[in-house]
Nanobody, 131 residues
Framework: EVQVVESGGGSVQAGGSLRLSCAAS??????????MAWFRQNPGKERDAVAS???????RYADSVKGRFTISRDNTKNSQYLQMNNLEYEDTAMYYC???????????????????????WGQGTQVTVSS
């Protein structure tokens, strides 16, 4: 089972930027086949999908972050990233990296996929945006 570890969270004022990183263990060829995603969650709330990227590099975003967040991946480093610009107070949350392990190439659907489709999760990294 793949393991993922996030980094890059922190505190920032509204309008600022942060870049989250996620490193995955295991074979690079297998990693390249995975769908990867970022989720976020606040206490007592559901874990919501923020952005995803499939094996071809196709991306999907939650409406609330479109135009502000960019997801990317570097298969040579078994890594994915979330560039967050123009951060808003409402972006405050614990952010989780997730991997959808697959033997074959994983392709994005028309919409973001919920958390139940992802098999590996990081421990989370806190993002706090002050207004």
């Amino acid at each position: 089972e793949v393991q993922v570890v996030e980094s890059g969270g922190g505190s920032v004022q509204a309008g600022g930027s942060l870049r989250l990183s996620c490193a995955a263990s295991g074979d690079r060829d297998r990693y390249s086949k995975y769908c990867m995603a970022w989720f976020r969650q606040n206490p007592g709330k559901e874990r919501d999908a923020v952005a995803s990227i499939d094996s071809k590099g196709t991306t999907r975003y939650a409406d609330s972050v479109k135009g502000r967040f960019t997801i990317s991946r570097d298969n040579t480093k078994n890594s994915q990233y979330l560039q967050m610009n123009n951060l808003e107070y409402e972006d405050t949350a614990m952010y989780y990296c997730a991997a959808r392990e697959s033997t074959w190439n994983c392709y994005a659907g028309l919409e973001l996929t919920g958390p139940n489709m992802y098999s590996a999760w990081g421990q989370g990294t806190q993002v706090t945006v002050s207004s």
